[in-house]
């Protein structure tokens, strides 16, 4: 779903607003220079606006309802109408003047609440999207409180040769679907089989060293016995006479698993390694540190394609179109900002 992008007139510049920016609970000071947590001057009036855009989208659709309620009443008056005529008169009314215009005013009442409907639906979705944009913007805002958020300085991106800025906005759009898709890729890569082997080891390694048994106490007395691990906590289960339910006796529990990987640590090892082999998929595996690295390059086009887009939203409204932010647009492409410090972003 999406925002819708607007210019709006008689909206408080700046500059009477200089002296403390204040809509609802949000504070958009506006600096002589970079503070922690304030907004650039251009940011906080972009803000303010799409603030303004999603009030005014919510009337619309709080409008439209009370229309649908009305719309809905009045149908309702009218099937009302039409069974008292049919209980009155059961046999007569078939072919009555009136009794035909008020199912042709039902028929169009119903067509009109479908249409009001429709509209509704539209406006609401509308209305959602912008209020969740404003209010992703404003979390980013607030969880960047104490660093000194700058406009991005950059220039602007150019339309392709015979491209307008409606055609940018769906080229930007299309490549991000394809980013996306990338960075799903990218996170849903497993380890390779090499690694997964790796790990295997050490894990044996542990458990061999925890299932190492204790037997300094066979060298002190005739009588002793060797101490293996144990799974601690873990209740011995019983069967009580005439119940159902196992009763729990309060012993130990052997550590099984880790006594077979200090006496057959290759076995347990060359049995793990053949169900990695069975399910490994080393053409799409990626390291920890290679799934790192791209994650954080595809997060860098995404957001470099995202401010293009911005860039040319902006575009298309100087030019006289009026087209939908999407809801999850990144906060700082929306409002053409950056974090001092963070080139990169």
Wanted: aromatic share 4%; hydrophobic share 45%; proline share 6%.
């Amino acid at each position: 779903m999406t925002a819708t992008v607007r210019p709006r007139e008689g909206h408080r510049s700046i500059a009477q607003d200089v002296h403390g920016l204040n809509h609802g609970a949000h504070d958009y000071r506006v600096p002589n220079q970079a503070q922690p947590g304030s907004l650039p001057p251009d940011a906080a009036a972009q803000l303010r606006d799409m603030e303004a855009t999603a009030q005014d989208l919510n009337a619309a659709a709080n409008a439209t309802f009370d229309r649908l309620q009305h719309e809905r009443e009045d149908r309702a008056l009218l099937q009302n109408s039409i069974a008292q005529m049919e209980r009155a008169h059961p046999d007569q009314v078939e072919g009555d003047k009136e009794y035909e215009r008020a199912k042709k005013s039902v028929a169009a009442q119903t067509a009109r609440i479908a249409e009001t409907s429709a509209r509704y639906e539209r406006q609401s979705a509308a209305w959602n999207a912008a209020a969740r944009l404003v209010r992703s913007i404003t979390e980013w805002h607030e969880a960047h409180a104490d660093a000194p958020i700058v406009p991005l300085k950059q220039s602007s991106p150019r339309t392709g040769k015979g491209e307008t800025a409606l055609g940018a906005v769906e080229r930007c759009r299309s490549r991000l679907a394809e980013l996306r898709a990338e960075a799903d890729r990218i996170e849903a890569a497993p380890l390779p089989s090499a690694d997964a082997k790796a790990a295997v080891r050490a894990y044996v390694e542990a458990l061999a060293s925890r299932g190492r048994p204790d037997v300094r106490g066979m060298l002190s007395a005739a009588s002793g016995k060797p101490h293996f691990a144990n799974l601690p906590g873990v209740p011995v289960p019983s069967l009580e006479f005439g119940t159902l339910a196992p009763v729990a006796l309060g012993g130990v529990v052997n550590d099984g698993l880790a006594l077979l990987a200090w006496t057959q640590p290759d076995l347990l090892i060359a049995s793990l390694d053949a169900e990695i082999d069975t399910l490994a998929d080393d053409a799409r595996a990626m390291t920890a540190v290679a799934q790192a690295v791209a994650r954080a390059e595809v997060a860098r086009q995404i957001l470099a394609v995202e401010r293009d887009e911005e860039a040319f939203l902006r575009m298309s409204v100087a030019t006289g179109f009026l087209l939908d932010r999407r809801a999850d647009a990144d906060p700082r492409a929306v409002l053409m900002v950056t974090i001092a410090g963070e080139a990169a972003q």
